[in-house]
T-cell receptor, first 115, second 117 residues
Framework: AQSVAQPEDQVNVAEGNPLTVKCTYS??????LFWYVQYPNRGLQFLLK??????LVKGSYGFEAEFNKSQTSFHLKKPSALVSDSALYFC?????????????FGKGTKLSVIP | GAGVSQSPRYKVAKRGQDVALRCDPI?????LFWYQQALGQGPEFLTY????????KSGLPSDRFFAERPEGSVSTLKIQRTQQEDSAVYLC???????????????FGQGTRLTVV
């Protein structure tokens, strides 16, 4: 079975500082990994994905994520946080080797960027 | 618009009432997903369609939940005899995902917030 863990319910960071939102996963084979962001009263918006290749993936709004197979992690990062980055962030995994079409999401991490 | 559209945005139902939630996916997307998002939680998978075929309904919590996509486009999630524990945001997503393209991302609608009173 596939699963995702986001160990932090909330992350606070000062504007201009680097941010990291953590994610670890568990799948039987090679994972497809995704990050989504959710603003209040809005649907989930796709940020970036890792499928194969370079472990460092770049996405929308200056975000990037690093795939680490040995640590089964896919942490989301941004070099300089903006107040507008404050939102709820979800990591998700799909296990294609298991023939699974569904995305399994973590519980989410609330990011607050303090001016 | 070009995105996934869901209606209604908000629905209040009395306990025991039947409800129907609609999803218009992105044109040309063969895959359609329904997710349930409880307050303070991540979305949880309910069911998956590839065109009109419902390939996975393992996440439907009870036989009161039923989904259909008869023409491979618009989908409806129906909940019969609603209960308070059904209160959640119901998200629809569409994707180009098929067996040969499972690496594509899903695009989500804004969701329908269902409140059962």
């Amino acid at each position: 079975a596939q699963s995702v863990a986001q160990p932090e319910d909330q992350v606070n960071v000062a504007e201009g500082n680097p941010l990291t939102v953590k994610c670890t996963y568990s799948v039987s084979g090679n994972p497809y990994l995704f990050w989504y962001v959710q603003y209040p009263n809005r649907g989930l918006q796709f940020l970036l994905k890792y499928i194969t290749g370079d472990n460092l993936v770049k996405g929308s709004y200056g975000f990037e994520a690093e795939f680490n197979k040995s640590q089964t992690s896919f942490h989301l990062k941004k070099p300089s946080a903006l107040v507008s980055d404050s939102a709820l962030y979800f990591c998700a995994v799909r296990d294609p080797g298991a023939g699974s079409y569904q995305l399994t999401f973590g519980k989410g991490t609330k990011l607050s960027v303090i001016p | 618009g070009a995105g996934v559209s869901q209606s209604p945005r908000y629905k209040v139902a009395k306990r025991g009432q039947d409800v129907a939630l609609r999803c218009d996916p992105i044109s040309g997307h063969v895959s359609l997903f329904w997710y349930q998002q409880a307050l303070g939680q991540g979305p949880e998978f309910l069911t998956y369609f590839q065109n009109e075929a419902q390939l996975d309904k393992s996440g439907l919590p009870s036989d009161r939940f039923f989904a259909e996509r008869p023409e491979g486009s618009v989908s409806t999630l129906k909940i019969q005899r609603t209960q308070q524990e059904d209160s959640a945001v119901y998200l629809c997503a569409s994707s180009l995902v098929t067996a040969s393209s499972m690496n594509t991302e899903a695009f989500f609608g804004q969701g329908t917030r269902l409140t059962v009173v």
